[in-house]
């Protein structure tokens, strides 16, 4: 080794194309650029976040790395290892879970869907009860340990996936949207137990879709888009790289759309959002000149009721809308 | 040794995880009541048309054929179901051996049909009361367990081509009627167009339901080892032929992406 190289993920230029039929008498070939040449690397004992909008590429990226997808072109290297050539050394090393309630075998217990799995990764017998016992702790599964999983609640099928995922120890555990469906407490303790596992030295790729999740999770985070990176950086300074920009917030009553978009035509106004509901709208305005923005907003919806003015720094999401565009859901 | 313990868990967790039949209720109405009416059918049929002439040949090779495909939609089972749970992926991503992996799937579903079989032909016998020569029970057994064993091979195949196609149903109902229609085990072979009988030869259970008739209506041994012989390399044909199936399937979902396993 020449260079002590903290990546335990490296990826370089990677493309992804897929190619599909379309049509069922006369077939077209139709080619989806899925990843247009994706660069990033993660270090050992990082959480690492994947976001983008749906279809941006997440999933297939994930699917590189776990050894299910090989790239068209590009370098992948993880654990020093390449997925495609060296996937029978890499499997016993990682481990990857799919967001959402299937995945597992409904008719078994938690406990035998451990088992199971144990046995898939050759985790010799003498080992696998304490260590499933240990993760359905982990997962505050055990008192439901013998119960069939078919009468668990989705969060509780989540969670025996999560547990799934650790049978072989892994040095890096893939998560592709696995807070996907789940209550606010639900979601949090996932969270307390991904970061737990971090803390105790796996390393973590996740994808999610909620940008406070990823703001709260992730010590590294790549914005990608349409198979190409948008930005990689720690949520902190990727919020900072719009430092002097706030968002403008407000609710207005008795206004048409026509009239809020032309604030975009407003040097100092960079972005405007706006979200009709029943019977008011909601507005976020991102400005450089708050201070010359509100008298703007006054200005412009004379007539109209303004309600819930506020002047906040950008969170993680607003950054997201303005970096990537389109609306948030 | 450790590796044995795990074929054999794996053989059991992934039956009751796949198939899930293990409810008795269930699987007295499914795996036993079902063939059993079936079989009585045609051994009426058999015992109308023929006058009774070698009638319990026909009811063991019946017993044998029906009892079989019940382990066959078992063993497609074994692919389909861990799709639609969407465990197949974690499975062919997992560092197991494969090929080991759905021999030892496989095992249950032989076992559970040479039980059902055996069930089926017991029944059979009380009904038409007829018995059977004592040293004839235990060859029958291993020409049985052979024959279901190159059954579920085929099995397994037809499970890879439900990784192409959804409807299982429909391929499983072809299989069950060319597997009633080829083997024999209502009429005579020679009745059948000659090119039938050289298509037959490549299909399972053709030689188990003669070796069946032979030795339960004529007490004749002597063919046994060869056919059984046959049968059997067939068995083993099949299943290197799945495996290869689930290989391709894995290449077109990795590489070239036009399938997906989950
Ligand atoms: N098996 C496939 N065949 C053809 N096209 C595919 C296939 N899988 C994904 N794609 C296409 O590749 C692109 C990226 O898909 P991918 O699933 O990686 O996105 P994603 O970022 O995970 O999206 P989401 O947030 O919706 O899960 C999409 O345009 C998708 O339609
Ligand atoms: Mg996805």
């Known amino acids: ?329 | 040794m450790q590796a044995v313990q795990r074929f054999f868990r794996q053989s059991l967790l992934s039956y009751r995880a796949l198939f899930g039949w293990l409810d008795p209720k269930v699987y007295i109405l499914v795996m036993v009541l079902s063939p059993l009416s079936q079989l009585l059918f045609f051994s009426v049929l058999v015992n109308y048309v023929y006058s009774g002439e070698g009638l319990v040949g026909y009811i063991g090779a019946n017993a044998l054929i029906l009892c079989v495909l019940n382990s066959v939609f078992g063993i497609m089972s074994i692919i389909t179901s861990d799709r639609y749970m969407g465990t197949f992926q974690h499975v062919m991503a997992s560092p197991v051996n494969k090929a080991g992996l759905f021999l030892s799937r496989s095992i249950a579903h032989v076992l559970n049909g040479l039980f059902t079989s055996i069930i089926g032909f017991i029944f059979g016998m009380m009904i038409f009361q007829i018995s059977i020569a004592p040293d004839a029970i235990l060859l029958l057994v291993g020409v049985w367990m052979v024959s279901i064993f190159s059954a579920c091979g085929l099995g397994l195949i037809i499970g890879c081509f439900c990784l192409w196609t959804p409807s299982m149903n429909l391929i499983g109902n072809i299989l069950a009627s060319s597997l009633l229609l080829l083997s024999g085990a209502n009429y005579p072979q020679s009745i059948m167009p000659v090119w039938l009988v050289h298509f037959a030869d490549f299909i399972p259970l053709t030689r188990g339901v003669e070796l069946t008739k032979q030795i339960l209506n004529e007490g004749n041994y002597s063919n046994v080892f060869a056919l059984l012989g046959e049968e059997f390399v067939l068995g083993v044909c099949f299943f290197i032929i799945s495996f290869l199936f689930i290989k391709y399937a894995e290449y077109l979902s990795r590489v070239r992406g036009t399938m997906d396993l989950d």
């Not at chain 1, 990689?232 to 206004?255: A, L």
Request: charge should be neutral; hydrophobic fraction near 35%.
């Open chain 1, 1 to 329: 080794m020449s260079t002590i190289n903290n990546n335990i993920i490296n990826v370089s230029q990677v493309k992804r194309t897929y190619k599909t039929e379309v049509g069922i008498i006369k077939k077209k070939k139709k080619e989806v650029d899925a990843l247009k040449g994706l660069s990033f690397s993660v270090n050992k004992g990082e959480i690492f976040g994947l976001l983008g909008p749906n279809g941006a590429g997440k999933t297939t990226m994930i699917k590189i790395l776990t050894t299910m997808l090989t790239p068209s072109s590009g370098e992948v290297s993880v654990l020093g290892l390449n997925p495609v050539t060296d996937a029978k050394k890499l499997r016993p090393h990682i481990n990857f879970i799919l967001g959402g309630e299937r995945n597992l075998y409904w008719r078994l217990s938690a406990y035998d869907n451990l088992a199971y799995f144990s046995d898939l990764y050759k985790i010799p017998r003498s080992e696998q009860h304490g260590r499933i016992q240990d993760l359905l702790e982990l997962v505050g599964l055990q008192d439901v340990a013998h119960q069939r999983v078919e009468t668990f609640s989705k969060g509780m099928k989540q969670r025996l996936q999560i547990a799934r995922g650790l049978v072989n120890n892994p040095e890096i555990l893939f998560l592709d949207e696995p807070s996907i469906g789940l209550d606010p407490v639900s979601a949090r303790k996932l969270r307390e137990i991904i970061r737990q596992l971090n803390d105790n030295g796996t390393t973590i790729l996740l994808t999610t879709h909620y940008m406070f999740e990823a703001d709260e999770l992730c010590d590294r985070i790549a914005f990608i888009d349409k198979g190409e990176l948008i930005e990689v950086d720690s949520p902190q300074n990727i919020k900072q790289k719009t430092n002097n920009v706030s968002v403008v917030e407000f609710s207005v009553i008795g206004i048409e759309a026509t009239k809020i978009q032309e604030f975009t035509h407003h040097p100092d106004i960079h972005h405007v959002q706006f979200e009709q509901q029943e019977f008011l709208t909601k507005v976020k305005l991102h400005t450089t000149d708050p201070q010359g923005a509100v008298p703007i907003i006054y200005e412009n919806m004379k007539g109209a009721i303004i309600q819930d003015l506020s002047i906040t720094k950008p969170s993680l999401e607003d950054v997201y809308v303005q970096l990537i565009g389109g609306k948030v859901s």
